[in-house]
């Protein structure tokens, strides 16, 4: 007799909500859409419908107009709809009114990318961060939670003790927080004393928008088996190994992807895994080429860099994903304004990217593509940093070189960089 196999979890069904505004138009609008898309597939959700409206500033009282909530409304009620999924961070009013008019599940970008955050959460130092991030989204937000009470019929007691348990939760809250700050704290102290165990080895830090593939990148050069995989957030522990490349030996690390409109409390609660960033000595800029708002994404992570005073080191950048790029060439009876699918990439390599101060390098990681080439580059500067901090150390076939401009010259002539 055949055993019944265990039933999957359905995956529920979203609407995603957008609004385009005067510092939002609506080519940006698509590009947050497609993002928030990923992130409810991420997430476990299934985008079914996009509603977006034009408007000077999101409705106070619902975020959209009343017109456009009851087409979102009909729509719902006419669809096997679980979750609406807004675009922008709803206020907690916003939140309790918009629930009560549809009846089913809202979640703001917030909460969506909280919720992915606890879901790949492994460590205790990054339970602890999402913990702490979940609690100071929630604590404004307390109110939401006793609308049940609303529901029931009045009378003598019915409204105080709604009021003083809200009160009660919030200072368990407020206690929570405290307490997490402190264990976060403890935390910190022992990885900063693990960095400063690993002794004077040069550091480097791969950083860069999220899904880039920087744990591809990082199991190709470390030999490692770091944890990747084609969605948002795959990894948020930092991960840090030792390299060793032409006989100079580094560290390597992993760090969280950067996403546009990264929630403040993840921003303030994940500070502290940036340290390997702010003390590293060489930053790997990785970028996914194929992606059509790449250059958006170098600008998110360039905003962060500068927040935590990391935008000045000497920083490699790497395109990856270059067998995923897409080209259409322009036909010369096309009259129309270029577009950035008319756009070689031979064209982008010897864009102002290419020709910009950083070093950079267009590479596969998963086709394996041009990685020798970033082997060796990485190894040149790599190199740089050790004359620097050991100036009497250097391998063999270039230790006749005293004067480091020459030896750098030497070793790009030699692997045709």
């Keep these: 007799m055949k055993q019944d196999q265990p039933k999957r979890k359905e995956q529920e069904r979203a609407v995603l909500v957008g609004l385009i505004t005067r510092s939002q138009n609506e080519q940006l609008l698509i590009e947050y859409l497609d993002e928030l898309a990923f992130l409810a597939e991420t997430a476990g959700a299934v985008p079914i419908k996009r509603f977006t409206q034009k408007l000077d500033h999101p409705d106070s009282r619902s975020f959209v107009g009343s017109g456009k909530l009851q087409e979102i409304i009909d729509f719902i009620e006419s669809t096997e709809i679980d979750v609406l999924i807004f675009d922008d961070e709803l206020s907690p009013s ?87 700050k402190e264990k976060l704290r403890h935390i910190d102290k022992q990885m900063a004393t693990q960095r400063k165990n690993r002794g004077e080895l040069v550091r480097v830090a791969l950083v860069g928008y999220t899904n880039v593939g920087k744990s591809t990148i990082m199991n190709l050069i470390s030999k490692s088996e770091v944890f990747a995989e084609n969605k948002l957030f795959a990894t948020l522990d930092t991960t840090v190994r030792k390299v060793v490349l032409d006989q100079i030996p580094f560290l390597l690390s992993d760090t969280v992807g950067f996403i546009r409109k990264l929630p403040t409390q993840l921003i303030e609660s994940f500070k502290s895994t940036l340290d390997e960033v702010r003390e590293a000595d060489l930053l790997v800029h990785v970028v996914d080429i194929s992606h059509a708002s790449f250059e958006d994404h170098i600008r998110a992570v360039n905003e962060t860099l500068k927040d935590i005073g990391c935008l000045d080191k000497p920083t490699v950048m790497v395109f990856n994903k270059i067998d995923a790029f897409r080209y259409t060439p322009k ?32 590479i596969s990681a998963t086709a394996k593509e041009n990685i020798e080439a970033f082997r060796k580059l990485l190894t040149a500067e790599v190199r740089r940093m050790h004359m620097i901090r050991y100036p009497n150390y250097m391998p063999g076939h270039l230790q006749h070189y005293t004067d480091y401009e020459e030896m750098a010259k030497k070793f790009s002539d030699e692997n045709n960089l």
């Design 94 to 180: 916003q939140l309790r009114n918009l629930e009560k008019a549809v009846k089913i599940k809202v979640l703001d970008r917030n909460s969506l990318i909280l919720d992915i955050f606890a879901s790949r959460a492994r460590t205790s130092h990054a339970k602890t961060q999402v913990e702490l991030a979940q609690y100071q989204y929630i604590l404004p937000r307390l109110t939401r939670m006793w609308t049940h009470l609303e529901r029931q019929k009045g009378g003598i007691g019915m409204r105080g003790p709604g009021e003083s348990q809200i009160e009660t939760d919030r200072r368990i809250i407020q206690d929570k927080i405290a307490l997490l």
């Design 331 to 362: 036909e010369d009876s096309d009259l129309s304004p270029m577009s950035r699918e008319n756009i070689s990439l031979d064209e982008w390599k010897r864009s102002w990217m290419a020709r910009h101060n950083d070093p950079a390098i267009f």
